[in-house]
């Protein structure tokens, strides 16, 4: 019996060569999906507008002072459980530089496909003398990690008014399981090393424990923020509360389906209007959908910016540049010493 070998390389040319050469039906097909989409939004605004005003005149925007508190705190476990996946990785660096670089790459999350977001990532920590290798396979287990999360949770909150048949527990009780068996630490090592990217360190049971609950707190928050700006527009109940962490964790596990494709399409945002339109005219769900969108989007924009300027005084990365500066005289040939000696000579 012939074994066939995995070859990721060849896979990853093959999708290359695909994409280029199909580029622009590619780009066209996405062009006319989001044109329909976007009809099909604006003829669902034009149906309830009298709702939509109506909402709109009536909002309480006190409601909203709780939602940047609870924005903060989805920063925070972000960027924590982050920082736990690279310290595994690598505890070269200090947990504040792993954080600095999570928010530095945190506004190219926006821009369309994922090769912004990783690669800026691979780039920063290529520049402080961490490999590709490791902060390639950090992103990996993180979505894994992100995946089963919200599988778990999607389970968890599916009785309570999705308006899903209880045959969905059937794939996301699989997705888990089987998402389960990849973060297993003897399960991972061998699936690194069959891709000839072993770790240098098995990860420990009680971290992949301690990031998954993490996760789980990170996605309950994050629908507890889109709950409270709803209730900037609707009165709300504390039942409504369960089905918008369902959908908030579907939408999330949904996402995770065009992490890889070469464009954003917004299976997010779909979902999760689609899911707010049970409880809300359709027109206020793309509202309250696109709201969350947009101060979310500035903030990650600020705090890039910020952490931007601090990332710059980082004493790793000042030590980088005075290491490339050393190596750079070394290499030309040039001694300072010798070259003032040389100038003292000539005068």
Not at 143 to 170: D, E, K, Q, T
Request: glycine share 6%; charged share 15%.
């Amino acid at each position: 019996m012939i074994s066939k070998k995995l070859n990721v390389d060849k896979i990853r040319e093959n999708l290359s060569v695909f994409y280029t050469t199909h580029q622009k039906p590619i780009k066209v097909g996405f062009a006319l999906f989001w044109l329909s989409l976007i009809g099909y939004v604006i003829y669902l605004g034009w149906e309830s507008r009298t709702e939509l005003v109506y909402s709109l005149n009536n909002a309480d925007w006190s409601q909203f002072s709780l939602v940047l508190p609870i924005y903060l705190a989805t920063l925070i476990l972000a960027s924590t459980i982050w920082t736990i996946i690279m310290q595994t990785m690598d505890d070269s660096l200090s947990w504040w530089t792993h954080i600095c670089i999570y928010f530095v790459t945190l506004m190219t999350r926006r821009l369309p496909g994922t090769v912004w977001y990783i690669g800026g990532r691979l780039v920063l920590y290529k520049r402080l003398g961490v490999s590709g290798i490791k902060t390639a396979t950090g992103s990996g287990i993180e979505l894994i990690i992100s995946f089963v999360a919200n599988c778990m949770l999607a389970m968890l909150f599916l009785p309570f008014g999705l308006g899903l048949s209880n045959y969905w527990f059937i794939p996301f009780g699989i997705v888990s399981l089987f998402g389960l068996l990849i973060l297993e630490p003897s399960t991972l090592s061998k699936i690194m090393f069959k891709l000839k990217r072993p770790l240098l360190r098995p990860i420990e049971r009680w971290r992949i424990v301690i990031l998954l609950f993490l996760r789980i707190v990170l996605v309950l928050v994050g629908g507890l923020m889109i709950f409270q700006t709803s209730k900037v527009f609707l009165p709300l109940t504390n039942e409504t509360l369960f089905l918008v962490l369902g959908a908030r964790a579907i939408s999330g596990a949904a996402s995770m389906l065009s992490f890889f494709l070469p464009s954003s399409l917004g299976i997010y945002d779909l979902t999760m209007i689609t899911f707010l339109a049970t409880i809300m005219p359709p027109s206020l769900a793309t509202v309250v959908t696109v709201m969350v969108k947009l101060y979310t989007t500035f903030f990650e924009i600020l705090f890039g910016l910020i952490f931007f300027i601090i990332i710059r005084k980082l004493p790793e990365f000042h030590s980088i540049n005075m290491n490339l500066f050393s190596r750079y005289i070394t290499e030309s040939g040039i001694n300072p010493e010798t070259d003032q000696s040389k100038d003292k000579e000539s005068e």
